[in-house]
């Protein structure tokens, strides 16, 4: 069974920090394309950041470039994403997406406020 678990999400102010985990089971981790995405209400689910497999190359939105940072562990089989500067617009509903081949995973998600 596959399951992809977040957490780590909260309530935090302007200008302040978060790391979201995700933790991963039920398929080969190491060779799995891993990704955040973030959705709010009447939006679609927009791609926040990626890592390939091996944690060589990363991919950032525009709008989190310079304070998102995607890292992975593929011995741990865990996903993260440190989150710096965090602005009222980066709430959302975030999410962790693993996808290999044909096959696409998704976590439940973790809400992320940012509210002063």
């Known amino acids: 069974q596959v399951n992809l678990v977040e957490s780590g999400g909260g309530l935090v102010q302007p200008g302040g920090s978060l790391t979201l985990s995700c933790e991963a089971s039920?398929?080969?981790?190491?060779?799995?394309?891993m990704a955040w995405f973030r959705q709010v209400p009447g939006k679609e689910r927009e791609l926040v950041a990626g890592?390939?497999?091996?944690?060589?190359?990363?991919d950032y939105a525009d709008s989190v470039k310079g304070r998102f940072t995607i890292s992975r562990d593929n011995a741990k089989k865990m996903v993260y994403l440190q989150m710096n500067g965090l602005k009222p617009e980066d709430t959302a509903v975030y999410y962790c997406?693993?996808?290999?081949?044909?096959?696409?995973?998704w976590g439940q998600g973790t809400q992320v406020t940012v509210s002063s």
């Open positions: 997406r693993g996808s290999r081949e044909m096959s696409v995973y």
């Open positions: 039920g398929f080969t981790f190491k060779f799995a394309y």
């Open positions: 890592i390939t497999s091996g944690g060589t190359y990363t």
